[in-house]
């Protein structure tokens, strides 16, 4: 019970703290979970978050499943998963309850500048974290940039890319099998 607890508190405050989406989580999480705590080493961790980005669905969700099964099976699985969930659900219940009544100018206005440029700055950190993990050579790398040049000039819808990116790992799978045999 005490690691579902820390599991939904971990969730619950980096669901709470960082704004756009389930990456911005990340640095959040990883202090938590593998520094602070030693819950899961830092590669399973990724794994877990490179993992989460290849499902549909929202990404905090799902790497909170991911992690919270690894750390304490169904239950943690749960909790993590309701932690990541929570602070979303009553924000977003809260502003559009509260929407015509906020200020779109002025101090509030400058406040959501500031929290996007933060929120930001958590995905760069995330994306660099991801990166490190996962572009160890060259095929990598390469795929990599293509994906990101064909994302930024509109090239190829994201559901092309991954299952481009599929294709090639299963024909590279392929090839690097045939190597060692």
């Given at each position: 019970?005490?690691k579902n607890?820390?599991?939904?508190?971990?969730?619950?405050?980096?669901?709470?703290?960082?704004?756009?989406?389930?990456?911005a989580?990340?640095?959040v999480?990883?202090?938590?979970?593998?520094?602070?705590h030693?819950?899961?080493?830092?590669d399973?961790?990724?794994e877990?978050?490179?993992l989460?980005?290849?499902?549909?669905g929202?990404?905090?969700?799902t790497n909170a499943?991911?992690v919270?099964?690894?750390?304490?099976g169904?239950?943690?699985?749960?909790?993590?998963?309701?932690?990541?969930?929570?602070?979303?659900f009553?924000?977003?219940?809260?502003a559009?309850?509260?929407?015509?009544l906020i200020?779109?100018?002025?101090?509030t206005?400058?406040?959501?500048?500031?929290?996007?440029a933060?929120?930001?700055?958590?995905?760069?950190s995330?994306?660099?974290?991801?990166?490190?993990y996962?572009?160890?050579?060259w095929?990598?790398?390469?795929?990599?940039?293509?994906c990101?040049?064909?994302?930024?000039?509109?090239?190829?819808?994201a559901?092309t890319?991954?299952i481009?990116?599929?294709?090639l790992?299963i024909?590279?799978?392929?090839r690097k099998?045939?190597?060692?045999?």
């Amino acid at each position: 019970m005490q690691k579902n607890w820390l599991l939904f508190k971990i969730y619950l405050i980096a669901g709470t703290f960082t704004f756009s989406g389930g990456m911005a989580m990340l640095p959040v999480i990883e202090r938590e979970v593998v520094t602070k705590h030693h819950l899961m080493s830092r590669d399973e961790l990724y794994e877990y978050s490179t993992l989460a980005q290849t499902f549909p669905g929202v990404i905090a969700l799902t790497n909170a499943c991911f992690v919270g099964r690894k750390i304490n099976g169904r239950s943690g699985m749960f909790w993590a998963g309701f932690g990541a969930v929570l602070p979303a659900f009553v924000l977003m219940l809260l502003a559009t309850m509260l929407y015509q009544l906020i200020p779109q100018h002025g101090v509030t206005l400058a406040i959501m500048s500031a929290i996007r440029a933060a929120s930001a700055a958590f995905l760069f950190s995330a994306a660099y974290s991801l990166a490190r993990y996962n572009l160890r050579d060259w095929a990598s790398i390469l795929l990599a940039l293509l994906c990101l040049v064909a994302t930024l000039f509109s090239l190829a819808s994201a559901p092309t890319l991954i299952i481009i990116a599929a294709a090639l790992g299963i024909i590279g799978g392929y090839r690097k099998r045939g190597q060692q045999a």
